[in-house]
C-alpha cells in the first residue's frame, strides 16, 4: 500500500460539499478507512464522521491525515500548513492529490524527514514502472471505457467492485487516478508517467492473480478524445482486459474541453475499444454498458437506459442509481 | 532551433559503423550543418568529411558538438570527458542522446555554466508542453505509422522530405526522437514526454503554417505495440495528420521484443490508424506504402512491392531502393 491506513480526512474550510468530493469518496467507498474528520472554522462539508483533534485522531489509530479537499487560489494557506505540521509531528504521514506538492513546502519536508514520515502527493508517480513486457497474466480484469472524459468511470468500477464482493467474487478496484488513488490507498497516476512507461505501469498495477479473481480497472480519458487518448489506449494495452465495460453520459453536448469535438456512439466506442484490446488479448469482450443518467429525471432515465440496451443487446444501468449488480452478474 | 548549428560530429572511438549511426544519419540527412567530424584512436567509422580540432572545427564555425557514437558500457570515458571539456571551453554547445545525460557529469556541468554554454540531452524534455486543445491547424502535415516498431518511419519521413524539395513543395521533417532531433537540430522526444502532455507536444511540434506547407511527422511505435502504443495514439491525435504513410518490415517474425505477438496485416494497420485520425481530421486519408526489404534481394523486393501495390492499391516503395518520389507525388 502506498498510503497507511485509518485515515484522518481532511476538509480544512471547504466553501461547499463539491470541494470535498475526495473526502466524500473515502467515506462513500472506504469506510472502513476512516476513524473521523478534521474541520476547521468556515467549512460547509460534513462527511458525518466523528470531528477529532489530531491527538485523538493518533489515540484512535489514525496513520495519514488526507487531504481531502480543494485548496483555493493555488496555494496551500498557513492554517492548514499548521494542521499538517501537527499531524506530522503526532507521527501521521500525509496524502494530498493538490497541484501544489506537499513535498514543495520546506516547513513540511523538513519535519517529516526529522520525524521519518512519509508526505505522499500522488499526483507524482512514487515508483520506477517497467516498460511493458506484453505477457499474459493470471487472473482475470475489466476495464471501464468511456465516449468521453469523466462520465463515470472510476464510479462505475467502484460500484462494481462493491457489487461483486456481495457475490463473492473476489475483486480489486485498481486505481489509476489521483482520486482513486487517495480512495484506495493504492494506485497509478497514470497521466502524470513519462509515456514509455504508461502500458509498463498498467501491468505493474495488475499483476498476476487467483483465476478468479477479478481487477476492476479504473479507465482513463477515451479513445475519442484528441487531448488523452494515448493514456486510454496505453491502459487499453497494459490492463489486457478480458472484458469492457463502455460509459456515457448522455447529455454532453461536445467532447469535454474540446468544442466542435462530437462524442463518438456507443457502437462507435465499442468496434474502437474491443479491436484494439483484442491486440492484447483475442478473448476480450464488450460485457455492458454504463450511463451516467444524473442530468435526467428518474422517468427520462428508465426510458433512456431501456432504449440503449435494446440497441446494444447488453446490460445497461446508472450504477448510481441502480447498482452495478447486473453488471456484475454480466461478469460471470 | 534546439541545436545550433553548424555541427562538429563527433565520433569518438565507435567500434564499428553501425555505433555511429547517429552521426551517419546527420551526415545523410544534413550534410550542410556538418563541419566535419572529431575522431579518436581506434575509431572504426568514417564519415568521410574532414577530421578537424575543436579548434579547426571552431574556426570554420562549429556552434555545437553533436555525440554521434554510442558509447560502451553506459559510462561516459574520460577520454570523451576532455573532449567535450575542450568544447566547450572553446566556446561550443555539446548536444547528445547518449542514456548517461551530459548534465549529470559535475565537470561538465560546472564548465557549462562558467563558460555560458548548453548542455543538450535531447532525451530530456527541453520544454513545457502544453494539453492538446484539438484545435484544427493550417498547413498540411502527413504521419508515417508502422505495422511495428523501427520499420523505418523516420526514414520514410525524410526520404519523403527530401523528394518534396526536389519538387519544390515546402516541407519540414518533424523529428519525435533523439535520433530525429540530433539530425534536424530540433523536435521533440516524445517517449519521454509525460502522458498528459504527449498529444499537446506534437501539436506544439506542428503548428499553423503556409496552406501548401507539409509537415511530414516522425512516427513512434505501432498502434499494435502493447508497449509504446499509447505513444503512436498520441502521435496521431496530436499530428492530426491529413495523409498516412504505413510502414512495414516484411521479414519480421514478431513484434518488436513481443515474442509471441504477431505482426498486424497492412489492411488492420491502414483501417485501424485512419478510423482513429478521422476522429480529429475527418479529411484524413492513407496516401502511401513504406516497405524495408533490406532483408530482401532486388528481386525479391520488385516482387514484393508489387505485390503490395496491386493487393492494396497504393503507390508502394522502399524509399532506400527507389527514393519516396512516388510518395510525394501521392502527397498531392
Same mark, same amino acid.
Given at each position: 500500500?502506498? +498510503?497507511k491506513t485509518p485515515y484522518l480526512l481532511f476538509l480544512g474550510d471547504? !466553501? $461547499?460539499p463539491l470541494a470535498a468530493k475526495v473526502a466524500q469518496g473515502i467515506k462513500d467507498w472506504r469506510p472502513e478507512h476512516c476513524v473521523g474528520q478534521f474541520r476547521q472554522p468556515g467549512c @460547509? !462539508? $460534513?462527511m458525518n464522521i466523528p470531528d477529532l483533534s489530531i491527538d485523538e485522531a493518533v489515540q484512535k489509530g489514525a496513520k495519514t491525515l488526507v487531504v481531502g479537499v !480543494? @485548496? /483555493?487560489g493555488g496555494v496551500i494557506s498557513d492554517s492548514w500548513l499548521s494542521v499538517f505540521e501537527e499531524a506530522l509531528n503526532a507521527g501521521m504521514d500525509i496524502a494530498s492529490g493538490l497541484h501544489n506538492l506537499l513535498v514543495d513546502e520546506p516547513r513540511l519536508k523538513a +519535519? !517529516?524527514? *526529522? @520525524? =521519518? /514520515?512519509a508526505l505522499i502527493d500522488v499526483r507524482v508517480p512514487q515508483h520506477e514502472y517497467p516498460i511493458a513486457n506484453g505477457v499474459k497474466r493470471k487472473g482475470k480484469r475489466c476495464l471501464a471505457v468511456g465516449t468521453d472524459c469523466s462520465v463515470g468511470k472510476m464510479y462505475t468500477a467502484m460500484a462494481l467492485e462493491q457489487s461483486m464482493k *456481495? /457475490? =463473492?467474487v473476489p475483486a480489486t478496484f485498481r486505481a489509476t487516478g489521483q482520486t482513486g488513488i487517495l480512495i484506495t490507498g493504492n494506485g497509478i497516476p497514470l497521466d502524470a508517467v513519462v509515456a514509455d512507461f504508461m502500458a509498463g505501469s498498467v501491468e505493474w498495477l495488475t499483476p498476476d492473480n487467483d483465476d478468479n479473481h477479478w481487477d476492476l480497472i479504473e479507465g482513463q480519458g477515451s479513445l475519442f478524445h484528441a487531448s488523452y487518448s494515448g493514456v486510454t489506449l496505453a491502459l487499453i494495452h497494459g490492463g489486457a482486459p478480458d472484458a469492457l465495460i463502455l460509459c456515457h453520459e448522455p447529455t454532453r453536448e461536445h467532447m469535454r474541453g474540446l468544442p466542435g469535438y462530437a462524442l463518438p456512439s456507443l457502437e462507435a466506442l465499442r468496434d474502437m475499444a474491443l479491436s484494439l484490446a483484442q491486440v492484447v488479448n483475442p478473448e476480450c469482450k464488450v460485457v455492458g454498458i454504463s450511463v451516467n443518467t444524473a442530468a435526467l429525471s428518474e422517468e427520462e432515465a428508465k426510458t433512456y437506459l431501456a432504449d440503449v440496451e435494446t440497441k446494444m443487446g447488453l446490460p445497461t444501468v446508472d450504477p448510481f442509481r441502480d447498482s452495478a449488480d447486473r453488471l456484475a452478474d454480466a461478469l460471470k
Open positions: 500500500m502506498l +498510503l471547504a !466553501a $461547499d @460547509n !462539508a $460534513d !480543494a @485548496n /483555493r +519535519l !517529516a524527514e *526529522k @520525524n =521519518g /514520515r *456481495k /457475490r =463473492g
